[in-house]
């Protein structure tokens, strides 16, 4: 049985906007995926409509098999953690420390505990020297890491993050390459919305792209990514390496750097 | 002429304990697209806010050395009359729509209706810039219902249509799509065809090799590299200073460890895919695709 089931989510905005049109995937225990696709595509609303932030319009999603329809937002967001994708739409404590702790003492978790996971997050999110900064004084970039801590802190079995990559320079790229790593080791899910087809192609082994309120492919990232009419309905680019893989005729589809490098060399004339 | 001439340039914010840019000089000729890259922190955006006037003017602080813009001192110019002459592009759209405005059309023309140009060139200038960074589907929205993506490129020609000689724009893809973020270079291209001198402040690589003249790279509030694309990129050093490599560049790298060398390292996807066939003959007649 699949820790998340989502079944056929539709979801139309009052103004009759519809964002999202019957989508369907599940989520595995430990799986670290990303859903890729325009702007306006839908991915946020539909990731959304996981946590309870948004309720579906029509269709369902299952936790562990059970139907959440009846579930509140409140009991939603423990099984599913949502990390906004402007970090100013969810941090308004006046430390860090606080920021991270909030939800933990809403969910009335014991202090022991609640100050383990605090460090913990702080050290997966690079955050541990700045617990007593005021998150306003980090720039952009890094309070993204602290409603990313929020969100480790609360020990959800769904962690959604929200367009992480943006405005990220090499050493964030680093640790939310890391922090995956090591949640989906301890058998957490993972799945992030970003516009980053490097970053993707580096670190996650399932993609999900999304086109005009659908899913158009949903598989492993590189046999998503070598599949050029797909990656143009939905308007995206291949990696680089990709592109380069084509334009050479390569008969190997691979998304590392080095084995690409290893068959270019292999194949001199 | 420099269009930016930046000598010696060390600056501290009023509460740091440490400058934020220390002795840092640069030149940028009239038309360059310069781009600056660095880790976060490093002190890209106080540099951009030094060659608008607003370090010191605005964040105060202490600064030696000197900003020239045009050949005019910022630091004595006010910051008015700078702005006539530099047109800054925020790193948050959020904090550069200006909130008064009902609509988008309202938000380009704002900045020109302040400069007190006639209703006729006012409508005209909008309507030019609008078409050229294709916003005319949201011309009746209110600016702040608009997604991450659409702000950024409203933000972006909300100065564009002040027709400054000189633009500085932070960040101006962070939240774009990769289409959008082409679209955004591609105005950026047509801008430096335009003449105009631009300082950009950018991530994405793939992209600042194949439109950057210049690339200047910081650290620790210092300019630690400076070349064309093509020198920065092939510096080792690039690593220590936490600079991530155009993929066509790290593939480059990969087949120079394989004893494979070029005379030129390529930066772009088809300088790499070019360089590639001349070495093995590969894909002559596979169908190579642009970029």
Redesign the interface.
Known sequence: MALVEVKNLSFCYPNGYQAVDDVSFTIEAGENIAIVGQNGAGKTTTVKMLNGLTKPGSGDVLINGESTKNYTTAQMARRVGYVFQNPDDQIFNATVYKEIEYGLKKMKVDMGECERRIKDAAELTGMTKYLETNPYDLPLSMRKFVTIASVIASNCDVMIFDEPTAGQDLDGLKILSDLNRVLTARGKAIVTITHDMEFVADNYDRVIVMCQKKIIADGRTKDVFFQKDIMEKAMLKQPALVRIATGIGMQENTLDVKMAAAYIRQNLR | MDSIKITDLTYRYPTADEDVLRHVSLSVEKGQLCAVV????SGKTTLCNAIRGFVPKFYKGEISGEVLVNGKDVQREEIGITALEVGFVF??PFTQISGITDTVYEELAYGLENMGVEPAEIERRVEEIMGLTKIEAFRDRDPYQL????QQRVALAAVLVMNQDVFVID?PT?????????DVFEIIRLMKNMGKTIVLVE?KM?QIAEYADKVVVMDQGQIVLEGTPEEVFSDPRCEEY???L???T??AL??K????GFEKLPVT??E??ET??A?????K?????K?
């Open positions: 660095g880790a976060n922190g790193q948050n997604s991450g993506g659409q960040e962070s939240q774009l799509d990769p289409q959008s973020t082409d991530h793939e936490h600079i991530r155009p993929q066509c790290r593939i990969e087949l460890k394989e004893g494979i996807v088809r790499t895919v590639i066939q070495i093995t003959g590969a894909g007649d596979g169908q190579e695709r970029g």
